[in-house]
């Protein structure tokens, strides 16, 4: 499986640890759909690194415009 293919499947098994919220494929992340966690998981080498204390909160502004890109409801 190439890159895309691999990160979309990603998208389609994983939700975010925290909050078991839907996530959004953003470039060579995934992004929580959750407004109070707004979090980020990084993509490694096509593996999603999906650890809490590795991740990174988004600013609200940030987080919203991911959302909007993707289509999503803020």
């Known amino acids: 499986t190439d890159g895309k293919d691999g990160q979309k499947e990603h998208k389609n098994i ?4 925290e909050t ?3 996530l959004v ?3 060579e992340t995934l992004v929580s759909t959750d407004a ?3 979090r980020k998981y990084r ?4 593996i999603p690194i999906m650890l809490i204390e590795e991740s990174e909160v988004l600013e609200p502004e940030a ?11 803020v």
């Not at 987080?63 to 409801?73: A, D, F, L, S």
């Open 14 to 17: 994983l939700c975010c640890p």
């Open 20 to 22: 078991k919220a839907e």
């Open 25 to 27: 494929l953003d470039g």
């Open 36 to 38: 109070n966690s707004r």
């Open 43 to 46: 993509i490694e080498k096509d």
């Open 63 to 73: 987080w919203k415009e991911i959302m909007v890109r993707h289509g999503k409801t």
